[in-house]
């Protein structure tokens, strides 16, 4: 009979101790709360054609956050809400679906940005931005001219030796967030999957666009990316098969 009792008070222990891990870590997300953005500020920024002559992708980043008004003008520009009476914005969707989903990764967790009430809903706590990334490989070394070619001026590096190691590539600078552009093929009322998948990646495009004019007309750094850890993030944001995600924009501060 006793050690029934015994039994029973370590299950419950046990018990006790793993309900309060997985209350710990819903408190942690639940303690994640809603950003609510400024008002965009649509008198800053470069003209047109001055942005395009500065337009640039950018591979490093300063680590210093983003200041609110840089990020909501930033999200508004990107795909917010620009005419609200025939709920239109700044991004052009195809049959106006509004299929781009625009996931924000801080430092403090995951956000979706929500056009309408102009706000960030949150999503995941925790700091995932170095996760969802796919290094590049370094660039192989150039071939030596071929026998008889003419002399270019420059002197090319003596071979490293066969026990010199190669040096290790930079450490990749993280800037302060990651956007993840995802489109919602259920948003559009017909097509074939593939016509609906291509349609999301043109919207897709025009939402990556609006984020490259606008950091180049405010002094931000970026670059669209494509190499991404697709099936990391599907599984940490949970999408469903019918959303498919297609580009990458670090954002930030000059270095």
Avoid at 75 to 98: F, Q, V
């Amino acid at each position: 009979m006793r050690k029934t009792r015994k039994k029973a008070k370590s299950f419950g222990a046990v018990a006790a101790w793993v309900l309060a891990l997985s209350l710990s870590g819903w408190l942690r997300a639940a303690e994640l709360q809603a950003v609510k953005l400024n008002p965009p500020d649509l008198k800053r920024g470069l003209p047109f054609m001055q942005a395009l002559s500065v337009k640039a992708s950018a591979r490093e980043y300063s680590e210093k956050e983003l200041s609110l008004q840089d990020l909501s003008d930033l999200l508004w520009a990107a795909d917010g809400i620009n005419r609200p009476a025939e709920n239109k914005s700044t991004a052009s969707s195809a049959m106006n679906a509004h299929d781009i989903r625009i996931y924000v990764f801080m430092k403090e967790g995951v956000y979706l940005y929500d056009p309408p009430k102009h706000e960030l809903a949150p999503v995941l706590a925790g700091d995932y931005r170095a996760q969802i990334l796919i290094a590049r490989p370094p660039r192989p070394a150039a071939a030596p001219p071929p026998p008889g070619a003419p002399a270019t001026g420059v002197t090319p590096p003596a071979p490293a030796s066969a026990s010199t190691p190669p040096p290790p590539p930079p450490a990749p600078s993280n800037p302060p967030i990651q956007i993840i552009l995802v489109s919602d093929s259920e948003r559009f009322r017909m097509g074939t999957p593939e016509m609906k998948r291509e349609m999301g990646a043109l919207d897709a495009g025009i939402v990556s666009q609006n984020i490259s004019l606008f950091c180049a007309a405010t002094g931000l750094k970026t670059r669209p990316r494509a190499s991404v850890d697709k099936a990391r993030i599907k599984d940490l944001l949970k999408l469903a098969d019918s959303q498919n995600i297609f580009l990458n924009h670090p954002v930030g501060y000059a270095k």
